[in-house]
């Protein structure tokens, strides 16, 4: 062997014994873990010693069992429930879910309610049926933790690790682990469970893509780390954590629309942006820094100077707001930055249609209406609850390309963009906005090539529902009413308003006066080509050809739409969108990709 040979083999070795390896709980075969390391696992007790790790619940049909929490009508919601006893009641019947999700640490990845009615009555019966008739305790178990604080991380990591606070009111799935603490504050678990460490050796305890509760309980606690500060720290983290994830309509407890904050609102949109971008990048760098404190807690109360540094890298900042995270390592800061602005903008636009459908107002914090069958919306009317933007009177606002409707999406969105920065800067406001989806959300044209109220109408009429779609995880709550590919007439529909007089009013205010202002057109059109140049004609030829189209579609549209609206179709929002968006037969978009099927 040649001496370069031996020192490359040298540099690949690793020196350890039997003994070495009974140090670490499970004993694996991790060679290249430092002695110092291994010291640790047999020097400190487990953290198991000061908390109580659960498995939580498996319903066995999530389908059936589970929701989105948008899905479901508000006020059917347990929110903060601390008890079991809690749920033998006729008016709540969801309650908030963890199940897990994908790589955030310190707080989030709330999305879900489940079906807990009477202390899950109907979940316990199908788990006797699984369990071949015996008692449910198979599959619902830990019941003694439901609803308790904690904490919790998701059972398939993914490679990361990630530690979230878990507030008080939750239900957690067999894919949510928990622990929960007496006498220690869980913010001391959390700690040491998003520390680089307990990273590092998560893939000792546990080398697949699972972290369970079992390998949870073998990490090694340092009573050290129980300290005022550590608790300081991490409730710091937590919070910048849940104002990130409330920030984001989707999300589970959203308060507000960023950009419409007192804080942020500045006298254009641009410079509102500019400020929000400085105060997310603030808060990035200040997650950044608090995390690495926590890191130096850990190093300094296990003795680990030697063998970890504190850093973390901006990629695993699991912030909403921050584009290295959200966005992924493969961009150039210049495309990053573009596609945060144009992905602001758009949720901006969808937080305005909200103010539109009266889900959320510019004069009360949160959601606003989110019930059922617009039952108790006019009182929230008479109240006041819209009165700085009103609402829409029915709920079904049209989106087209051309301004057929006074009161379509595209007209009321330039007044809200009125309402909040003023009329003076209207055109400058406009402008900002079609630049910004035009740097990600749609494709620019050529300059010149149109008007910003043009690049709006087309974002709307071809991108807005898409993006819906994708936000809320093909469970949308603002429904597209599509007449086919021409796009004779397209409207959206808020789930949590509609009623049985939804569709005979679609009819009589919309379709019904679209036809006759179609025709119209056309024969105005018919009557111009007769005096116009050869070009001329030809384009208009073009455009009546285009006409006729969409009134043949119209038409059909308004025979199908006449008959569903005879039918009376009622929904049960605790059916979920799944089964409801089926209901309307052809007359809905994308039914196939929300139902699996083409619908009724």
């Not at 490359?8 to 430092?34: C, E, L, N, T």
């Not at 695993?316 to 390592?329: A, D, Q, S, V």
């Not at 974002?459 to 898409?466: H, I, R």
Request: aromatic share 12%; hydrophobic share 35%.
């Amino acid at each position: 062997m040649s001496q370069q040979q031996n020192n490359d083999m040298q540099q690949h070795y690793y020196r350890a014994s039997a003994d070495d390896f009974d140090k670490v709980p499970g004993a694996p075969i991790a060679y290249w873990v430092s002695s110092a390391v291994r010291k640790i696992f047999h020097k400190f007790n487990k953290i198991s010693t000061i908390s109580t790790s659960a498995v939580g619940q498996n319903t066995g049909d999530n389908e059936r069992f589970l929701k989105y929490w948008y899905e479901i009508s508000w006020s059917k919601i347990g929110i903060g429930c601390e008890s079991r006893e809690e749920t033998f009641s006729n008016e709540k019947k969801w309650y908030p879910y963890n199940k897990g999700g994908g790589y955030r640490k310190w707080y989030g990845n709330f999305e879900y309610v489940v079906n807990w009615h009477n202390d899950a009555q109907e979940i316990k019966k199908y788990a006797v049926i699984r369990n071949g008739g015996k008692h449910w305790s198979r599959y619902i178990q830990n019941l003694e933790w439901l609803f308790h604080e904690g904490i919790t991380w998701s059972d398939v990591t993914s490679g990361r690790l990630a530690g979230r606070y878990l507030p008080t009111g939750f239900i957690s799935d067999v894919s949510g682990h928990c622990a929960f603490f007496d006498g220690v504050s869980p913010l001391v678990g959390l700690s040491i469970l998003n520390s680089k460490f307990v990273f590092e050796m998560s893939r000792v305890l546990n080398p697949t893509i699972h972290f369970q509760a079992g390998n949870y309980r073998d990490i090694p606690y340092a009573d050290k780390i129980n300290s005022a500060f550590t608790i300081k720290t991490v409730q710091s983290l937590v919070d910048i954590g849940e104002i990130d994830w409330i920030s984001f309509e989707a999300h589970y407890g959203c308060v507000n629309q960023p950009l419409l904050t007192s804080e942020t609102r500045q006298s254009t949109l641009d410079t509102s942006y500019q400020k929000l971008r400085t105060k997310w990048r603030e808060t990035t760098l200040e997650m950044q820094r608090l995390e690495e404190e926590n890191n130096r807690i850990f190093i300094d109360a296990y003795g680990l100077q030697g063998e970890l540094t504190p850093e973390v890298p901006l990629s695993e900042i699991t912030l909403t707001c921050n584009p290295h995270y959200r966005y992924g390592g493969n961009l150039t800061d210049e495309e990053r930055e573009a596609r945060l602005q144009s992905d602001t903008i758009c949720e901006l636009i969808s937080y305005v249609i909200g103010c539109m459908m009266g889900r959320y107002s510019l004069d009360r914090e949160g959601l606003v209406y989110a019930h059922a069958g617009n039952e108790g919306f006019k009182a929230l009317v008479e109240e006041g609850a819209y009165a700085t933007f009103a609402a829409d009177e029915d709920g079904i606002l049209p989106l087209s390309t051309d301004s057929w409707f006074e009161d379509d999406v595209a007209t009321r969105l330039e007044a809200f963009v009125c309402t909040a920065w003023g009329t003076e800067t209207l055109e400058e406001n406009l402008q900002f906005i079609a630049d910004s989806l035009c740097l990600a959300a749609i494709k620019p044209v050529k300059k010149g090539g149109e008007t910003s109220r043009e690049t709006l109408r087309r974002y709307l009429s071809t991108q807005f529902f898409k993006d819906h779609m994708k936000t809320y995880k093909k469970r949308p709550i603002y429904w597209l009413f599509s007449s086919g590919k021409e796009k004779a007439f397209e409207c959206l529909v808020y789930l949590h308003r509609y009623n049985e007089a939804t569709l005979p009013r679609m009819r009589t205010e919309y379709v019904t006066p679209l036809l006759g202002q179609m025709a119209g057109r056309i024969e105005r059109l018919r009557l111009q080509q007769t005096e116009a140049s050869t070009a001329e004609a030809k384009r208009i030829g073009k455009e009546i050809d285009s006409l006729i189209k969409q009134l043949a579609e119209l038409r059909a549209f308004d025979d199908q739409l006449k008959h569903h609206a005879d039918m009376r179709i009622t929904l049960d929002l605790d059916d979920g969108v799944k089964v409801n968006y089926g209901k309307f037969g052809t007359l809905l978009s994308d039914v196939k990709a929300i139902t699996g099927d083409k619908g009724e």
